[in-house]
């Protein structure tokens, strides 16, 4: 049956799909649609986009969303979107069309900048201002790239002929005429004052970005223009804009200060709303926007994990020990503990607490009875391992342990995972109903700006649990896992090319 009051449509631009689902007032899925677009490799450590691709891309996929839902476009109230943070896209003001392609967020090319900037004595600056450490990861570093290596596109970018955006700014661009962002997504450029709110003049002049090229910075849940006629065949309007981190804590109802989320799909995303107050951490935390909704401007702690489901993969496809990820669950099952097998899977460096760039993978605790199976469970292991280190660094910035951890993404169907994330966490870990928490989230944003849904209080109660996973795991055997795995990891570390 139809709902008379209309459906929410969410566009969910990832960083190797593009998904729309529309959503109803319960917070269920009408229909969705999701399309791949290709990835570009220049060089070695380079990932880019073709920005005109992500559009056409997210464009089609929103229009079948639709029609798999079986709604007309006349019954989509609001537009929310969530994307892939941190990306860079530059375009001409005129013409509208990208002059460079996209910098992925995984991309490392702008590391010498990170490096010229920290050797400048410059980084506890950035981290003041922004929450963020100098990394190449953030988006600000990868625009003194473009203009340092184009001095004509730095020429164009002083004389106000360029626009830069996130992922999100492009999109709203394309959808609208508009060149706007949300404070999520300006959170995480290296270039916004997150206590300030705004596009901080130290840091350009440090990053040698003009202010001209920046986007109009907006709240999460905000009029962030209508869409073209023409795209839809009506003019919709687009509310609700967030990145794909934060939208994931707001899709969770994770409204209140201390609740906390981890998002397990190739890495893991652990945020933790700290409420109205910025917390600076000393466990090598990020500090973030969660969201801003009204005046009213909510925190969190982030911290990210480089290699999770990831790691299941290697297994599959370089290590030849399972068939499929789903297998990894029986195979781990079948043997009651590792046999004193630890994998710390540094293939990319260890990301937080350590920000280890240059520690690379191992495989410790190995005996002649080690076999195929141990191997299997330690590397499932080493996920929950990984992310018991985020919530350790999280309880001692915040002050407060995590009482509950809510949970999503891909890895989640591996209960062997959930249940030993709960065990060595020692707190519950709990799974909702609707897996596309990220799309739900920008949904949620874009509906409570249009008046879809009322409060806060009003999406809580559409929030239903699927699994639940209580601790069950003596303190002294979790004590002595945790010893083995810290461990395994400073092996690792001190095990340098």
Partial sequence: MKDPKGYILSFDQGTTSSRAIVFDRSGLIVGSAQRDFPQYYPEPGWVEHDAEEIWECQLAVARDAIANAGVEATEIVSIGITNQRETVVLWDRDSGKPVYRAIVWQCRRSTAICEELIASGLEEEFRVRTGLRLDPYFSGTKLTWLFRENMALRALAENGELMFGTVDSWLLWKLTGRHVTDVTNASRTLMFNIHELKWDPLLLSFLGVPASVLPEVLSSSDDFGVTKAHLFGREIPVNGVAGDQQAALFGHSCFKAGMAKNTYGTGCFCLLNTGDVPVRSNNNLLTTVAWKIGDRVTYALEG???????????????????????????????????NGVVIVPAFVGLGTPYWDPDARGAILGLSRGANRAHIVRAALESIALQSEDLLEAMSGDYGKPVETLKADGGATANSFLMQFQADISGVPVVLPEIAEITALGAAYLAGLRCGYWSSPEDIERNWQLKSRFEPDMNDKTRKRLLSRWHRAVSATREFKE
């Avoid at 599959?316 to 990894?328: C, G, N, T, V």
């Fill in 304 to 338: 990210s994990v480089f290699i999770a489901g990831a790691v299941i993969q290697w297994l599959r496809d370089e290590l030849k020990l399972i068939e499929s990820a789903p297998e990894s669950e029986i195979v781990a099952r079948s043997v009651p503990d590792t």
